[in-house]
């Protein structure tokens, strides 16, 4: 997470929208003088800002609250040209005092300040002083009830994130309730990331409310510049300030017993360190059977990026490093990650990561082709597992999947039982069914992205193309091939359209039609209607490809065009069919999608001549009859291509864009074309290139 106090932030007005004010009340265990509420905060002023309310109405129900101050906040400025970090300390100090006097008013002598004095923004590297320090109160206020308060351990700032993580341990091991608060979420967050928080709202009264302003006041070196220098600007910007002039706070409660991903490390932990293998991955006949129908699900034998959520001590994960380029398991409790880097020892692609999920998903730069969330999704609250999916479509393939695998048996002490995570995952629009496989014990169902084109064909013209159709025939039987592991076997076909060949197009052609059955052979000669164009070509057999699927509806027949020198990867068709079908394309009919190229065999020159005025981006200017499609509704509706020499892939776009039909220019399509200068048509790609000023 990298965010500045500078930066403009999330709005207030956009939380407002969000619906913020309407957020479930904040439940709070009954409250007396019998207990000790412990606030655990980085720096002076966090207190103020996230745990006002919490604090006086802890103090009102007249129970003790210690406050405890990781840090004396000196490296607020570390640009200040006119205060040191040692002046700032004993800046920092007092004020901290005069807050907790606002916030204590009447009852200040039951609010004690505790400063650790750790050093400023390096709390990670003392999160077990401060975790020694809290378990000293609790064990000292034992067997009183003890409430732990502190930051949430995602909030972002380092320092918070740190209090937030050695509280929270100390809550789950020791079975205390928490309440997590954030600060800076407020000002780098999403509002959509809002549910998946689980945020509740504490009213404040108006006195409350004044507490707070009177203590924010008195942290003076935030709220207001040190000098007019450069570098003494005010922490606490009046944007941010927005945020906490709320009538409420926000913070999110557990229970001593209400398990959920935040108190997944101390609970797996206690697990293993009980046990070797304590769900028995090695010994138990229903498990050694339940990996192989994990493995028997998947539909290709071999994947390339795959992650798995809840990888345990890593005997899925080495089972899958078989059928994959790379495997990463992520796996909450640190004694099974280490026992599962040790089972994956001489597997260098396999690895397995600590990561308590959702909130440590990790953001890469690749997409993933697979992810497994096997027995892991009942141990999330409802909202974290939609947050962990959400995760996952970020980062997954157009053509990618999904293995979910869960036992199906009641499991105490959690929100979700094995039932109940299918059926939100079969409830989510973006997903749909490829296959499961249901018993008493074990639900296993494997996902791909949804998108209502359930048939495709894929139009291929070829003029002479004896050289380059062989690579492109057998480019596009593993694309068909990729089709039809997700969708019904014989439901794409590719039709090569011969126009006027005088070398060997046909006959090759015509040998893969013999081998294998889902492609086909048009040959346009003399005796063919239309004047001889490419874009006859395409216009051909895109209506010939229709007359293959009689009876699928136009919007659920997906029509590809590509050309005889090109090269397309294994998820180029379905690709193409999620992005101009799925469920972001509003338009039931679908959107035209404008894939982008890259050269194959490009001499250097040419390459740095073509690249300087290419883009590979989304929303791209560029439009390859190599890479495009659309449903047969909207070709039906916009007539179809044009029967002309050059350029019938432009007028197929305009046309789309001038009767609103959606168009999607995407980068994430991408094929290989050949960089040959002699083209079939003077003013196509080869000629394009042929005119690039190259040295």
């Not at 129908?293 to 490093?321: D, F, K, N, Q």
């Not at 959400?390 to 999904?402: F, H, P, Q, W």
């Not at 499991?411 to 499961?436: F, I, T």
């Not at 959107?591 to 982008?596: F, N």
Request: some cysteine; overall charge negative; glycine content about 8%.
């Amino acid at each position: 997470m990298s965010f500045s106090h500078l930066d403009d932030g999330t709005a207030e007005s956009a939380w407002e929208e969000a619906g913020i004010a309407d957020l479930p009340l904040l439940r709070l265990p009954p409250l007396d003088r019998t207990w000790l509420v412990v606030v655990a905060v980085a720096h002076p002023d966090d207190e103020t800002l996230g745990a006002t309310g919490l604090i006086r109405t802890a103090l009102r129900a007249g129970a003790r609250v210690e406050l405890v101050v990781a840090t004396a906040g000196e490296a607020s400025h570390p640009d200040s040209p006119t205060h040191t970090p040692e002046r700032l300390r004993a800046l920092r100090g007092p004020e901290l005092e005069h807050a907790a006097d606002a916030l204590g008013g009447d009852a200040r002598d039951r609010l004690r300040v505790r400063r650790l004095d750790l050093p400023d923004s390096q709390v990670a590297a003392h999160e077990a002083e401060l975790r020694g320090a809290v378990a000293e109160l609790v064990a000292a206020h034992r067997p009183g009830p003890v409430l732990l308060v502190a930051h949430d351990r995602t909030d972002g700032h380092a320092d918070h994130d740190a209090v937030g993580r050695a509280v929270g341990a100390l809550a789950a091991q020791e079975h205390l309730p928490l309440c997590e608060f954030p600060l800076w979420f407020w000002h780098w967050g999403a509002p959509e990331a809002l549910p998946s928080r689980r945020y509740r709202r504490l009213p404040l009264s108006d006195q409350d409310r004044r507490a707070r302003r009177d203590a924010l006041a008195a942290h003076a070196s935030q709220v207001a510049p040190l000098s007019d220098a450069p570098g003494d600007e005010a922490i606490l910007s009046p944007q941010m300030l927005t945020h906490f002039d709320r009538a409420f706070d926000c913070a999110r409660y557990s229970g001593p017993d209400e398990h959920d991903a935040y108190r997944a490390e101390a609970v797996f932990d206690r697990l293993y360190a009980g046990a070797e293998d304590p769900w028995r991955y090695l010994s138990s006949p229903y498990e050694r059977r339940k990996r192989a129908l994990t493995l028997a699900l998947l539909t290709r034998p071999r994947y390339g990026r795959v992650m798995e959520a809840g990888a345990s001590i890593g005997v899925l994960t080495a089972e899958l490093a078989d059928r994959a380029d790379e495997v990463v398991g992520l796996e909450a409790s640190p004694l099974a990650v280490e026992r599962a880097q040790a089972r994956l020892d001489g597997l260098p692609h396999a690895e397995v990561r600590r990561a308590v999920l959702p909130e440590q998903w990790p953001q890469e730069p690749a997409p993933l082709d697979l992810a497994v969330v096997s027995e892991i999704g009942y141990f999330l609250q409802p909202e974290e597992l939609d947050e962990l999916v959400d995760c996952i479509d970020r980062d997954m393939a157009l053509d990618g999947e999904v293995l979910a695998c869960h036992w199906r048996q009641p499991v105490q002490g959690w929100p979700l039982d094995g039932d109940d995570v299918h059926a939100r995952l079969a409830a989510d629009p973006r997903w749909r069914m490829v296959a499961e496989h249901l018993e008493a014990d074990v639900r296993l169902a494997l996902l791909a992205r949804a998108h209502t084109a359930d048939h495709a064909v894929v139009v291929v013209p070829a003029k002479d193309e004896e050289a380059d159709l062989p690579d492109c025939l057998e480019a596009l039987t593993a694309t068909v091939d990729r089709w039809e592991e997700q969708h019904a076997q014989g439901s794409a076909a590719v039709v090569v359209v011969a126009d006027r060949c005088t070398d060997r197009t046909v006959e090759i052609a015509r040998a893969k039609a013999q081998e294998d059955p889902r492609f086909h052979v048009l040959e346009l000669g003399a005796d063919t209607p239309g004047r001889p164009s490419v874009g006859r070509a395409r216009d051909v057999g895109a209506r010939h490809g229709r007359s293959l699927f009689p009876d699928v509806p136009g919007e659920r027949l997906w029509v590809a065009s590509t050309d005889a020198d090109t090269r397309v990867p294994p998820g180029w068709l379905t690709g193409l069919a999620v992005l101009g079908t799925g469920v972001d394309v509003e338009d039931p009919r679908g959107a035209l999608v404008l894939g982008t190229v890259d050269l194959a065999g490009a001499d250097p020159a040419l390459r740095q001549a073509w690249a300087a005025e290419y883009e590979h981006r989304e929303g791209h200017g560029h439009v390859h009859g190599a890479n495009m499609g659309l449903t047969w509704a909207q070709y039906e509706a916009l007539g179809g291509v044009s029967h002309c020499a050059e350029h019938e892939d432009v007028r197929l776009a305009e046309a789309a864009r001038a009767h609103g039909v959606p168009v999607v220019a995407t980068d994430r399509v991408r094929v290989a074309t050949s960089a040959r200068l002699d083209g079939r048509s003077p003013g196509g790609f080869a000629g394009y290139l042929a005119g690039l000023p190259v040295d």
